[in-house]
């Protein structure tokens, strides 16, 4: 079993920037990869980041790729998101997840096994 606890979200005008994190807990969360998604109000669930275990390969969605950085930090169990240029379509809900494999750079959320309850980014114009 793998908790996950985001924080770091919050209100930043356009342009600005904001670093999320996601704080793992169980025993072998530093095996999993780790994704970031995001869902604002009204639509679809959207990838956006993922690493793997190693805190090798990662992989974007288009919309963030150079805005956007995945890293991690197993020895302090965490995972980050930093979000630069940040734009008011960024605004949403941003959700970690652990997917129970070492490498793994998919963007499938149905292929993730753990989640977390999600924070709230509101990019203002």
């Known amino acids: 079993q793998v908790q996950l606890v985001e924080s770091g979200g919050g209100l930043v005008q356009a342009g600005g920037s904001l670093r999320l994190s996601c704080a793992a807990s169980?025993?072998?969360?530093?095996?999993?990869?780790m994704g970031w998604f995001r869902q604002a109000p009204g639509k679809e669930r959207e990838f956006v980041a993922v690493?793997?275990?190693?805190?090798?390969?990662?992989a974007y969605a288009d919309s963030v790729k150079g805005r956007f950085t995945i890293s991690r930090d197993n020895a302090k169990n965490t995972v980050y998101l930093q979000m630069n240029s940040l734009k008011p379509e960024d605004t949403a809900v941003y959700s970690c997840?652990?997917?129970?494999?070492?490498?793994?750079?998919?963007?499938?959320?149905?292929?993730?096994?753990?989640w977390g309850q999600g924070t709230q980014v509101t990019v203002s114009s």
């Open positions: 997840a652990a997917v129970a494999r070492s490498y793994y750079i998919g963007r499938q959320w149905q292929d993730y096994n753990y």
């Open positions: 169980g025993r072998t969360s530093s095996s999993y990869a």
């Open positions: 690493i793997t275990s190693s805190g090798g390969p990662t």
